[in-house]
Nanobody, 123 residues
Framework: QVQLVESGGGLVQAGGSLRLSCAAS????????MGWFRQAPGKEREFVAA????????YYADSVKGRFTISRDTAKNTVYLHMNSLKPEDTAVYYC????????????????WGQGTQVTVSS
């Protein structure tokens, strides 16, 4: 099993930046593909970004492409989401997900989830 704990959320003005972190427990972190999802009030969960187990491949939703960057540090068992040029529509609870078989995506929410971290972008 993998336990995931997100951090780094907060309140930021439009145009600002935040870095989210997802710390994973377990010795097999490097074998999991990782992803970030978000859910805004009254909306369905939305895929944001994903990274392969090796870190060699990354995937992004069109809405964040060019503004967000996903990365992982295997030595620290941590995956990051660097968010730049934030917009009010980025406001949501952001969740980290892990999957041992395939990269998380819109159609694959992953096997394990964290509790989420709130990101609020003011206009």
């Amino acid at each position: 099993q993998v336990q995931l704990v997100e951090s780094g959320g907060g309140l930021v003005q439009a145009g600002g930046s935040l870095r989210l972190s997802c710390a994973a427990s377990g010795r097999t972190f490097s074998r999991y593909a990782m992803g970030w999802f978000r859910q805004a009030p009254g909306k369905e969960r939305e895929f944001v970004a994903a990274i392969s187990w090796s870190g060699g491949s990354t995937y992004y939703a069109d809405s964040v492409k060019g503004r967000f960057t996903i990365s992982r540090d295997t030595a620290k068992n941590t995956v990051y989401l660097h968010m730049n040029s934030l917009k009010p529509e980025d406001t949501a609870v952001y969740y980290c997900a892990a999957d041992k078989a395939t990269v998380p995506s819109t159609n694959n929410p992953g096997d394990y989830w964290g509790q989420g971290t709130q990101v609020t972008v003011s206009s």
